[in-house]
């Protein structure tokens, strides 16, 4: 146990003291590349200008500016940095920004050069430093953006910088260069999108595409009208669309909450815009120009449109189904006369169906009175069983006629005379010739006797025995 002790105790306490230099080392602060703090670019006041916080050029293709920009250090340590240009772009939104130093270049980015491009700014001290644009002999005219910048030199970065993450951060900014190159300015702003859509919140989005044709940089803001056209109800979305370069395309959108659950909605969107006002030297205020479009939207609440749809479907086919056996029932029915003064309760309570039914089939109402003598329509079990005796008129007695018989009248025979000539023996109704013996004439039956006529029986009554009296 003893030795154990002996041969652990200095490796333990040689432990502890790295430890603790480590510890020690971490937190001492020591200025390297990536520390850059409290550093601005300015354009330099050496030299007499209307802003003091951009640079802003008018210029013909071709020629040559000279300028100076001043890069403040306000940190208590001097700072190593690149001077240097880049072009301008736009964010997503549609606002400025500046490209970084490892993407392409090609206006100001490119066109501009620097004397020095590594620069040493003393612990709380300004410098001035020179620099130029070359503008291009074939530059077309119009509006062009970028930046002077100032960043980090990554090369002089170790690793140590990354903080262990791998990752190292870079500095840089900047002041801003607009540069107008000499000639006739084209305003050509393209609408090419206007369309809608919900989010998975139920907020409406309006999604806008506009692009610039022209040559000159454009300010964009909008305000869209939101009017539902059931309530009558209305207000306006004021929004700022942003900055679009020549050449370049802008996609806002719009988000419209607080939605009403049913709604026909008119969105009129007024989209005003003009050349930028950082090109506009003078006080005035910059041309301005419109254009407009609307669209119209429904808004409908679709679940509770699907459960009121399947509770109307099942009420259909239940009163359907209703209907349809009332209609069969109806059919059955057959007409009765009252024998006294009664409610269609009543009636109903002897025929065992709903007492409604029977008021629909005789188109009754309120207070369902029938008086004596009216004839109604009711289930066979009462017109057939409970109609009372002498209510029914009894049917007429059928007269029965007996065929008469045909009385032939008795035909006379009418006896013929026989011509007799000297000599001959004549028959009885026949002329004998010469020579003949002649026949003894027939005898002649008298005729039959006339049957009298039969009696005609006088018609019977058929009495038909009327139903006995409930």
């Known amino acids: 146990m003893t030795l154990l002790t002996k041969t652990w105790k200095p490796i333990l306490l040689k432990s502890v003291l790295f430890s603790s230099l480590l510890l020690l080392l971490s937190l001492v602060s020591i200025p390297t590349a990536s520390a850059q703090m409290n550093m601005g670019v300015m354009p330099s006041n050496d030299i007499a200008r209307d802003n003091q916080a951009w640079f802003i050029y008018e210029v013909d293709p071709g020629e040559t500016i000279r300028d100076k920009v001043t890069v403040s250090n306000d940190a208590d340590f001097d700072q190593q940095v690149l001077l240097g240009a880049v072009d301008a772009t736009l964010t997503s939104d549609g606002?400025?920004?500046?490209?970084?130093?490892?993407?392409?270049?090609?206006?100001?980015?490119?066109?501009?050069?620097?004397?020095?491009?590594?620069?040493?700014?003393?612990a709380n001290e300004r410098i001035t430093y020179s620099f130029a644009i070359k503008i291009p002999e074939d530059i077309p005219p119009g509006d062009y953006v970028g930046g002077i910048i100032i960043h980090t030199d990554t090369s002089l970065m170790s690793s140590s910088d990354s903080g262990g993450s791998g990752t190292v951060s870079v500095f840089a900014i900047g002041a801003r260069?607009?540069?107008?190159?000499?000639?006739?300015p084209v305003f050509d702003l393209g609408w090419d999108k206007f369309e809608n859509s919900f989010d998975e919140t139920g907020n409406l989005i309006l999604d806008y595409e506009f692009s610039n044709k022209g040559n000159v940089i454009l300010d964009l803001a909008s305000s869209t009208e939101v009017k539902n056209l059931l309530s009558g109800s209305s207000n306006i979305i004021e929004k700022g669309i942003g900055t679009i370069f020549p050449g370049e395309s802008s996609t806002p959108s719009l988000s419209i909450d607080e939605l009403p659950p049913l709604a026909w909605l008119k969105l009129t969107t007024n989209v005003d815009y003009a050349r930028s006002s950082a090109f506009s030297i003078s006080d005035e205020e910059p041309e301005m120009y419109n254009m407009s479009k609307?669209?119209?939207?429904?808004?409908?609440?679709?679940?509770?449109?699907?459960v009121g749809l399947g509770v109307f479907i099942i009420v259909f086919f239940i009163l359907g189904w209703k209907t349809h056996k009332e209609n069969k029932i109806l059919k059955t029915f057959l007409p009765y006369t009252t024998v006294q003064d009664e409610v269609i309760m009543a009636i109903a309570g002897r025929s065992g169906v709903n007492w409604k039914l029977l008021a629909k089939a005789n188109k009754l109402k309120k207070p369902y009175f029938v008086s004596k003598g009216t004839q109604i329509l009711v289930p066979p079990s009462i017109a057939q069983a409970a109609a009372p005796v002498g209510n029914t008129p009894a049917p007429q007695p059928q007269i029965v006629q007996q065929a008469q018989p045909v009385i032939q009248q008795p035909q006379v025979v009418q006896q013929v005379q026989p011509v007799v000539q000297q000599g001959q023996v004549v028959q009885q109704g026949q002329v004998a010739q010469q020579g003949q013996v002649a026949q003894q004439p027939q005898v002649v039956q008298q005729p039959q006797a006339v049957q009298q006529p039969q009696a005609v029986q006088q018609p019977q009554v058929i009495q038909q025995q009327a139903p006995p009296q409930a």
Do not use: N, R
């Open 95 to 122: 606002f400025f920004a500046l490209k970084t130093v490892g993407e392409e270049q090609s206006t100001i980015g490119s066109w501009v050069s620097v004397k020095e491009e590594t620069i040493v700014v003393p």
């Open 177 to 184: 260069v607009y540069l107008t190159v000499s000639g006739d």
């Open 294 to 306: 609307d669209i119209s939207v429904w808004i409908i609440p679709i679940m509770e449109l699907l």
